[in-house]
């Protein structure tokens, strides 16, 4: 039996680092690792059978609905060796699982000896998966090949455990089979776990250094902090330090989870556990970061801390301008949790007073809307989303612009935008779409490598705008859903770039300003200028809609005067009617904003800040 | 107390209904009756019975002195005999004063007029008869579910002429799908060329509820749109003005002196009494209405002695509300010197862009253009909102 009671498992502070098992799991969204977790909480019953509830570690709704895991965390596995008979301790730190979040999936890899590489052996390995594992080998971590879901009745073990093979250059029968569905395969899988993944090494007497993997806030406790002890010790009491700002908190409560928390003694070299100090704020809890004591400082951090930097900007407004205090609240309040959101005041002409919000990239965009929107019970309109440019002006002037209103009127020597390094993994029938769909949007090939006979890797450089404009949409529906995209900064690049503005009767409508390739400066001003002629309704005067750069006009539509706003007929009975049809007209002129002259409606903003995509994916929303 | 009481009189009966209409009107299969037209005279004599209680009603609440007009609509008013439509005349005459120059219309359909009947009511005290003419195209009064003859309509309104009726006035529908703007232009010609003093003109209005509301819902039938049937107003405009007849409100024209001066007591804020199931009345700041069906108003007439559904109490700014969005409608427009300066200045745009009258701007009152009239309602809400 190889599971240990919890009571009789070696205790946190007092467990030797060569019993420790430091993993984590890299998998595609949809690829089984929750169950696969789950059944691992099973076998080691650290959770008991009737409370397990499917995906456990999945704390947030928006996690469980979507099948990811934005944040992760780390469980403490109590297991005996069914080859050595002996026990062992296994921290699995689970990692996020999208492009988004590289750098704290790159934090979370580093906590580990090891990763177990799982994929879905009616599927094949997806391009995320395979940048995660490129991470992990790069941290020199041991790679433990598993194909899932063998109970799958489409599953081809054989066809992928080749291609695994290929990738990490092992044997197509070093890859393990498991089912975490029906648990055939686990037990080996934890052993094996034991087996190849080094114990974590450390100096149990050097100034203590632990590295942050994960900080989480929460509304009871404050902001609890993941960390992974690599030298000296962690207890409660202890005065620590961050490295990167040098501030001091005391530990109040040290503990592992198991996976629930379970307060300790401590943590020492190799543990996995969590720090609690009562601040409020991730942000003061940085991933990536290094805790150390305050009075016997390590002399050097850990390596590979970065400060999160923001890649995708956009604007969020309510759609009552009266919510805009609630918005900041919720803001606020997502900002405690998460220490990559940045953002400002911001006030439009057209949509009011709202936020320039900075995200990681557009799933955490999405998923920052979406959590404002469900917690906070908001309705939000959103800009167009942008990049971050690097502008030099006539004069010699740098500037940074992330929203298309800084954009600098007069001469401007150059722009810079950012560059991304992408790939994408998708079927060899596929190659030529995507080549098209990559050469459309300025990508530059570097290169393609065949994975198996029929599935490709393709690279290519490509602006992050481009990315950012629908990209993953396109990729899904040129490929009927088949390919996936990862892509990470690789610095920026000078560009031909324009910013097109939209204009309602002369007047600039900022909301709908946008900084664009040359080359697509027309396409989108023909886009904005038709799409807003057919959104906005017929008024008393004719409304020229222009799209222009700078004083030049590149495309004009004009939306006729209304010609008949009248109803017939005006008798006794109908007077009633009548002025009660006024009254809920006066409640729709309320939702009308005010662009000069011009009436546009709440919902045109929204409709014209939609792609196509959107609106489809709001559509399969609504058939749920 | 001199106070004066327009009255209306429904008729809540039809030989058939036609596809556009949302009136409250039945027919005899509707009302169980068989489908015999005729059925309908049957039970003419005990509906006004009720109709003279609600006159008696009117008198003892509004304690009113005289009747200026009278209206008889429907439904079909002409489906019923002159001399019981008489009586009704004679049940408002013995209670209030009416002057030989109260204005008492019938509303009649073309196809249920004849020589006898038209001396009937003449006798009975009408004086103002208004035809549903709607179009004179076959395929259009096809299309509305008409079913008179087109023909049937010159020879009413002469018969009618002959046997006294010196105000005669027809309604006409454009606008309607399938109508071009050919069709339009030989109604309107047609319509003038009869020996009429006053025409009303409507755009054809999809009511829900309606079969012409359930066709265009589900995509049978298309309607023409809102530009087109602007052209057809300004059409008709441009012909009544140059045959002498003059707008007085949007959709009604007329030569000098022949104004409805019954619908002129709505659009003024005027009190009146709707007497009949669903008629609504207009007394001092309060508007109530009778329940709908002929079953429902017999039951509560003859049992509280009252067929009110419900009433509402008009506040200031309601009434305010529909001051401006009746009186707009008319000619003689509507004073704008109690206004907000935000809203006079939105009002100059419109001043500007041709839909308001200089000349009466000038004087300090709204009075729409023609292409004013056509944006009524959007005028009437930059004033309101």
Redesign the interface.
């Known amino acids: 039996m190889p599971a240990i009671p919890l009571a009789n498992a070696p205790q946190p502070a007092q467990t030797n680092p060569a019993q420790i098992r430091n993993f984590c799991i890299i998998a595609h969204i949809d690829h089984g690792k929750s169950t696969l977790a789950d059944r691992m909480l099973g076998i080691t019953e650290v959770v008991e059978q009737r409370n397990m509830r499917a995906q456990y570690l999945d704390r947030m709704d928006i996690e469980r609905e979507r099948g990811i895991t934005i944040k992760s965390q780390a469980v403490r596995l109590p297991w005996r060796s069914g080859i050595d008979g002996q026990e062992y301790i296994l921290n699995m730190i689970d990692t996020p699982g999208h492009v988004d979040f590289t750098y704290e999936v790159s934090r979370s890899l580093a906590a580990c000896e090891g990763a177990v590489l799982l994929v879905d052996c009616a599927q094949g390995i997806e391009a995320q998966t395979l940048a995660n594992l490129y991470l992990a080998m790069e941290n020199n971590l041991t790679i433990i090949p598993v194909l899932n879901k063998i109970d799958l009745p489409a599953a081809q073990p054989d066809k992928f455990a080749e291609e695994l093979a290929k990738l990490i250059g092992c044997q197509p029968e070093d890859v393990l089979r498991v089912s975490g569905k029906t648990g055939v395969g686990v037990e080996e899988l934890l052993d094996q776990i034991v087996a190849q993944i080094p114990a974590p090494v450390g100096d149990a007497n050097a100034p203590t250094r632990a590295l942050i993997f994960d900080s989480v806030y929460d509304s009871y406790r404050g902001v609890v902090t993941y960390v992974r002890v690599v030298d000296g010790k962690l207890t409660p009491r202890d005065h620590i330090q961050m490295f990167s700002t040098g501030v001091r908190h005391e530990a109040l409560e040290v503990g592992v989870i198991s996976p629930e928390p379970l307060v300790s003694k401590g943590l020492g070299v190799g543990e996995v556990g969590y720090v609690i100090t009562g601040v409020k704020d991730v942000r003061q809890s940085r991933v990536g970061d290094t805790i150390t004591m305050h009075n016997n400082p390590a002399k050097q951090a850990l390596a590979g801390y970065k400060d999160p930097r923001p890649m995708v900007f956009s604007g969020l407004f309510p759609l009552d301008g009266a919510d805009f205090p609630l918005l900041r609240e919720a803001l606020d309040k997502l900002q405690l949790n998460d220490a990559a959101l940045v953002y400002e005041p911001e006030s439009s002409a057209a949509l009011g007073f709202g936020f320039r919000c900075g995200f990681l990239g557009l799933l955490h965009m999405e998923i920052v809307r979406e959590r404002l929107e469900r917690e906070s019970n908001l309705s939000l309109i959103s800009t167009a989303p942008n990049v971050v440019y690097s502008v030099t002006t006539g004069d010699g002037k740098e500037m940074t612009v992330t929203n298309p209103s800084e954009y600098p009127d007069g001469k401007i020597e150059k722009v810079e935008e950012p560059i991304v390094r992408a790939t994408v993994l998708a079927p060899s029938e596929f190659i030529g779409t995507i080549m098209e769909l990559c050469q459309e949007r300025r990508g530059i090939l570097l290169g393609m490598d065949y994975l198996s006979e029929d599935r490709v890797e393709i690279r290519y450089t490509l602006p992050l705008a481009e990315i950012v404009f629908d990209f993953f949409d396109q990729l899904k529906s040129r490929t009927r859903g088949y390919a996936s995209l990862d892509y990470e900064p690789v610095g920026e690049a000078e560009a031909d770039l324009v910013k097109v503005d939209i204009l309602l009767q002369g007047e600039k409508v900022d909301a709908f300003s946008a900084i664009v390739h040359k080359d697509k400066a027309y396409a989108y001003g023909t886009m904005m200028t038709g799409k807003l002629r057919e959104l906005i309704p017929r008024q008393?005067?004719e409304i020229p809609i222009q799209a222009a750069i700078g004083g030049r006009i590149i495309a004009r539509e004009s939306i006729r005067?209304?010609?008949?706003?009248?109803?017939?007929?005006?008798?006794?009975?109908d007077?009633?009617r009548?002025?009660k049809l006024?009254?809920k007209?006066?409640e729709g002129?309320k939702r009308m904003k005010m662009v000069g002259?011009v009436e546009v409606p709440q919902e045109a903003f929204v409709a014209a800040l939609t792609t196509d995509a959107d609106i489809d994916k709001a559509k399969a929303k609504a058939k749920e | 107390m001199s106070s004066s009481l327009a009255f209306?009189v429904h008729i809540p009966y039809c030989a058939r209904r036609c596809g556009y209409c949302d009136f409250n009107t039945y027919t005899p299969s509707e009302l169980s009756l068989g489908s015999d037209p005729s059925a309908i005279a049957a039970i003419s004599e005990s509906y006004l019975d009720l109709v003279v209680r609600e006159i008696s009603l009117a008198k003892e609440v509004t304690q009113a002195s005289h009747v200026p007009t009278i209206f008889f609509g429907g439904g079909t008013p002409t489906l019923l005999e002159p001399r019981d439509l008489g009586r009704v005349i004679t049940a408002i005459s013995s209670r209030f004063e009416v002057t030989p120059e109260c204005e008492i219309t019938i509303e009649a359909n073309p196809d249920t007029i004849t020589p006898e009947k038209l001396a009937g009511l003449r006798e009975a005290g009408f004086n103002r008869i208004s035809f549903g003419m709607q179009s004179a195209v076959p395929h259009v009064l096809a299309s509305l579910d008409r079913t008179h003859n087109p023909a049937n309509v010159e020879r009413a309104v002469s018969a009618a002429r002959s046997a006294g009726f010196d105000e005669l006035s027809v309604d006409l529908i454009y606008g309607t799908p399938g109508e071009s703007m050919a069709d339009w232009e030989q109604s309107v010609d047609q319509a003038l060329s009869l020996p009429i003093t006053h025409i009303s003109?409507?755009?054809l209005?999809v009511e829900p509820g309606t079969k012409l509301g359930a066709q265009v819902k589900r995509g049978e039938v298309i309607m023409p749109d809102?530009?087109e049937?602007?052209d057809k107003?300004i059409l008709a405009d441009e012909k009544f003005n140059s045959a002498g007849f003059d707008w007085y409100e949007?959709?009604n024209w007329a030569k000098s002196g022949s104004e409805c001066k019954h619908?002129i007591t709505?659009?003024q804020g005027g009190d009146?009494w709707?007497a009949g199931p669903?008629?609504?009345?207009?007394v001092q700041g309060r508007?109530f209405?009778n329940v709908k069906h002929p079953t429902a108003y017999r039951e509560k007439i003859t049992t509280l002695g009252n067929p009110m559904a419900d009433e509402?109490v008009l506040d200031a700014a309601?009434q305010q509300?529909?001051r401006v969005?009746?009186e707009l409608?008319m000619r003689s427009g509507i004073s704008y010197s109690s206004y907000s300066p935000e809203v006079v200045a939105g009002l100059k745009?419109?001043l500007a862009?041709g839909?308001l009258e200089q000349s009466a701007w000038q004087d300090g009152r709204l009075v729409l253009t023609q292409r004013g009239?056509?944006?009524?309602?959007?005028i009437?809400?930059q004033i309101?909102?």
């Open positions: 008393q005067f005067a209304i010609r008949k706003d009248v109803l017939a007929k005006c008798y006794g009975g007077i009633s009548k002025r006024l009254e007209q006066k002129k002259r | 209306y003109a409507y755009a209005i809102d530009d049937t602007a107003y949007l959709s619908n709505y659009w009146w709707g669903g008629a609504h009345s207009h508007r209405w509402e309601a509300s529909e969005m009746l409608r745009e419109y862009e839909y009239r056509l944006i009524a309602d959007r009437v809400r309101l909102f």
